[in-house]
């Protein structure tokens, strides 16, 4: 490190703490990047599991072609290769209650022709129907879904239930209006073109964290894993000290502290501090089975346990949200249920192959009204103290994008400093 070289400090490793540390390298930052895992990704991992001898995702991520901070954090750290998805927008369904089957196209530009093509719409839905995500996208904070949107008919059973519980990990009804209408806004409203699913290739560490890790290592940043913090050290409007559980680090004059670790965490390091305090379950469920040939890599499941299924060529993948009762019940009994799902969409034998369940029981905050207002802004009451995490107020749901978004915002403040 230069004489005088601007220094700051990144708590926490996930992809919030990764998007500030790339972000304040970028503006000519020395960073220390501290985690208290002892692997970077946070909530977006991978590892072998020895269960199945494969490496697998702790969690099924799908990102959409609109993600622009997913973008562009995926081009700074040279991974934009790492996502794959078909080239256009398509999204095929199943009803495991009759096998009826149906794909889900919009067509790639702003002017939604595809509400009257019937073979790209939602089966028994009418184009009129689908002003409904119209009312979404001009929602106030207090509105909840199922105030806008009738919670029943075609549409709602056979596309908005699965998908808004996805994008919120909420009861869809119960689910922030604002939120959901954020997430039309930057995706189907700006046509296909802007919701092509991607998924990460081959697994969420090889496209989202170890690049940004060695991106972050080849330019001088300083990472420590298995790095607890105990306490920040507040002396006035200021972070003087960091206490890890390997020591107190005193901190340089005018050195900034980026805080991106999860919100209960932060609530403990900070008090008084307001985060959402009610979170929800996502379950995976893992299959030891080849895909047939031609399986559609994600497929979404109507009428069934399962919500969406992902055709990885080594296994087959099941992702369930706002899982908290599921998250409860019996491993081996929620393993064959979710089996069940997989093997009606891609027609498989019913015996239960080698599995392995994955459960984040506070996955994300749950996305109601009332804890949206509980999101604190990145900036603190503390000068050179900056909160990132998908918990903060991004303007989106718990997500990919919202992480790495609030994570830009949070160096962006810094840079703003005097």
């Given at each position: 490190?230069?004489?005088g ?10 992809l919030?703490?990764?998007s500030?540390?790339?972000?304040l390298?970028e ?8 985690e ?25 991520h ?24 078909p ?6 369904f199943?009803?495991?209650r ?13 002017l939604p ?5 019937r ?25 909840r ?23 919120l ?12 209408g ?6 189907l ?13 081959p ?11 060695a991106?972050?290592?080849?330019r001088?940043?300083?990472i ?9 050290e507040q ?6 000290a960091?206490d890890?559980?390997?020591g107190r ?7 900034p ?7 209960w ?12 305090d009610?979170?929800h ?13 031609g ?17 990885f ?35 498989l ?10 459960t ?14 509980r ?9 050179n ?8 107020k ?6 990919i ?18």
């Amino acid at each position: 490190m230069t004489q005088g070289a601007k220094t700051a400090q990144v708590i926490g490793a996930g992809l919030a703490g990764l998007s500030a540390a790339i972000a304040l390298t970028e503006a000519g930052y020395a960073v220390t990047l501290s985690e208290a895992a002892r692997q970077a990704g946070g909530r977006c991992r991978s590892y072998r599991d020895p269960q199945l001898g494969l490496t697998i995702d702790n969690g099924n991520h799908l990102v959409l072609s609109g993600n622009h901070a997913v973008r562009d954090y995926l081009a700074t750290i040279g991974a934009s290769d790492r996502l794959a998805g078909p080239a256009e927008a398509r999204f095929p369904f199943m009803d495991v209650r009759d096998g009826q089957r149906w794909e889900l196209r919009p067509n790639a530009g702003p002017l939604p022709w595809w509400l009257f093509a019937r073979h790209r719409r939602v089966p028994g839905t009418r184009p009129l129907d689908y002003w409904a995500l119209a009312r979404l996208m001009g929602a106030t904070a207090d509105q909840r879904i199922g105030q806008l949107v009738r919670p029943a008919g075609a549409l709602w059973e056979r596309l908005l239930d699965n998908f808004l519980v996805s994008a919120l990990n909420t009861p869809a009804a119960q689910g922030s209006a604002m939120l959901a209408g954020a997430i039309v806004r930057e995706t189907l409203a700006k046509g296909g073109h802007a919701c092509r699913p991607l998924i990460a290739e081959p697994t969420l560490a090889a496209a989202f964290v170890d690049p940004a890790i060695a991106w972050l290592e080849a330019r001088g940043a300083t990472i420590r894993l298995g790095r607890r913090l105990r306490a920040l050290e507040q002396a006035g409007d200021r972070i003087v000290a960091l206490d890890f559980a390997d020591g107190r680090v005193a901190m340089a004059p005018g050195e900034p502290v980026i805080l991106a670790v999860p919100a209960w965490v932060a609530a403990d390091l900070l008090p008084g501090l307001t985060v959402p305090d009610r979170h929800h379950a996502i379950v995976n469920a893992h299959f030891l089975a080849t895909p047939p040939a031609g399986a559609a890599p994600i497929t979404g499941v109507i009428g069934g346990t399962a919500e969406w299924v992902f055709a990885f060529p080594d296994r087959l993948s099941v992702t369930v949200s706002a899982a908290d009762a599921l998250a409860e019940q019996d491993r081996e009994a929620v393993a064959q249920l979710l089996w069940k799902d997989v093997a009606a969409v891609h027609n498989l034998p019913p015996e239960l192959p080698k599995w392995q369940l994955v459960t984040e029981k506070r996955a994300t905050f749950s996305a109601t009204p009332d804890q949206e207002k509980r999101r604190p802004e990145a900036r603190t009451a503390c000068d050179n103290l900056f909160l990132a995490g998908d918990w903060t107020k991004t303007g989106l749901p718990a997500t990919i994008e919202g992480a790495i978004r609030s994570g830009r915002t949070a160096a962006a403040l810094v840079n703003r400093e005097p």
